[in-house]
């Protein structure tokens, strides 16, 4: 006897009637769709990444209090602090970083371990192994004072929570890859309190390619990491200076941002040189790597004896440089060491970010500039606050190789617009610059290599066969109409397949063919699939080209495609999503895009 789904009496019947007829109103009342569906993740991932954020801060704060008994910043620590206890402290942190990281080469994943390496040319998985680890070695180096930022663990941890959310729900790997990137997004967005710029992050240096297929996942994940953030540390803006009003700036003094502009595009690549090159030269001395990594620590608590401001990633130190009152002799000194000291982290092998100490390099060289303009011309840079503004987007620019990234982040720090026009000028003149050295941007060994791979993939000849995801909801056409309901209540696709007892393909059951069925409880209790199926639904073919199924979307109206056997058996073998066949095509044309790799810096 079949069971009375839409009767009072039945037991649970008339709660699943008015579950369909729920998702009925929905999906006509607010037209839900696959696209739609990514939006929702990519906020829960923003969400994801803001928590994941909180909790690495925390825990870099009671690391900090273990090592040094203090609950201050890493500069008034330093300061503090005895002359060989600025050697041993990040010495011993180093030491348990490099302890940690030696771990990976044990626990191989064949997951990518880097976000970048899962975006632009995995599928989308990121080892959850490899992230803890670089997080928690990365929570040593900068709880002890390692010259380098944190947003480089928090983008990874992020990146790798939206991979195991993805991975949750059997996403295709073309949308895991977006998942991950929106990960990364809400990373940065997390850390600089900066939505706009998180998304362009990402678009700008690791997509190349700002398209609404992905930027606006990317938008949306940035603001709920944001919002999210905000709410557990506060809404002030990062770095929240007093600077004039633009007329007060003057047009005559737009010359002198351009030149600041000119100088960071020189400065960038010899930066960069100096990062690589201390790079190689501590992986020649064949030390182990934990003690690279502790000798790294005590080299920079060397120079934090000399200038405590070299230690940590610089956040108090670029406040104070942007208050203003600092000497240009000292500023020099500083700038030098900051060099140095990130130099140290880096190439000693700790992991983090150079973002953060790449901001403070940019703040005191725009800060030197505007004190000696001042003592060439005292009628110019009147605000050397907001030089130190438009240097930070400078060097970040020719850094980065991304300008409107670094534009709007610089923007977003300070959230004072009036030093837009000068921040573009000086953003521009300094990526232009950098380019004519042939600068590889800081990021790029790890997205030029890569999206070539991904390219000569052939994803541009790519097939259905590689987005299809394998066994689609469906019923078969004895399927009486109770079971039809409860899968439609379970699901969310607005189309059921139909398959005959040999699993060939006849068609589909579309939500609204039993719509008029749910107010007539006796009349759908002898109903089948047989009898609600329709036989013209559109099919394709695995092999397929991308092409291909663009032009049968064309002809169809829903959000997905069955995908059917080549042989005259028709048997169905996965279906392929619209919202995954725009994001492959938005891969295929950012690759086609892409300029040819450019030559070691």
Known sequence: MKTRLFKEQGP???????????????????HLGEQQTILVVAALIGLLGALAAHAFRVASEFIHWALTGQHTGHVE???RLAWWQCLLVPAAGGLCAGVILSLRSKWRSPKAGDYMEAIVLGDGRVSFRSSLIQSASALFSISSGASIGREGPLVQLSAMLA??????????????RLYVACGAAAGIASVYNAPIAGALFVS????????????????????????????LTGNNPLYSVALPQFSEIGWSELGAYAALGLIAGVAAPMFLRILRLTRTGFQKTRIPLPLRLALGGALVGALAILHPEVGGNGYSVIVSILRGNWMVQTLLFILLFKVAATAISFGSGAVGGVFTPTLFVGVSLGSVFALGLQALWPTFAAYPAAYGLVGMGALLSATTQAPLMAI?????????????????AACVLAYYTAKTFSIRG????????????????????????QLMKPNPPHVTLVSPFSEIV??????????????????????AVSMHDVKEFLHAPDLSETIIASDLVRNDFPTIRPDASFAQALESFSHHTGERLPVVSNDEHHQLLGSISKADLMLALVNIRQRRSDPPPQPAA
């Open 12 to 30: 649970g019947a008339g709660l699943i009637g008015r579950l369909l007829r729920l998702r009925f109103w929905i999906a006509e009342a607010l």
């Open 77 to 79: 620590s330093f300061a």
């Open 163 to 176: 991979s195991l959310f993805g991975l949750g729900k059997n996403t295709p790997a073309v949308r895991l």
């Open 204 to 231: 700008e240096i690791i997509l190349q390619s700002i398209a609404m297929e992905t930027f606006g996942p990317l938008v949306l994940a940035s603001m709920t990491a944001t919002l999210t953030s905000r709410h």
């Open 408 to 424: 709007i982040l610089a923007f977003e720090l300070s959230l004072n617009y009036d030093i837009i026009l000068p921040l573009m």
């Open 442 to 465: 800081v990021y790029a060994s790890a997205t030029e290599s890569t999206a070539n791979l991904s390219y000569e993939r052939g994803l541009a000849s790519g097939h259905v066969a």
């Open 486 to 507: 409860r899968i439609f209540v379970a699901q969310r696709f607005n189309s059921l397949y139909v398959l005959d007892s040999r699993k060939r393909f006849c068609g």
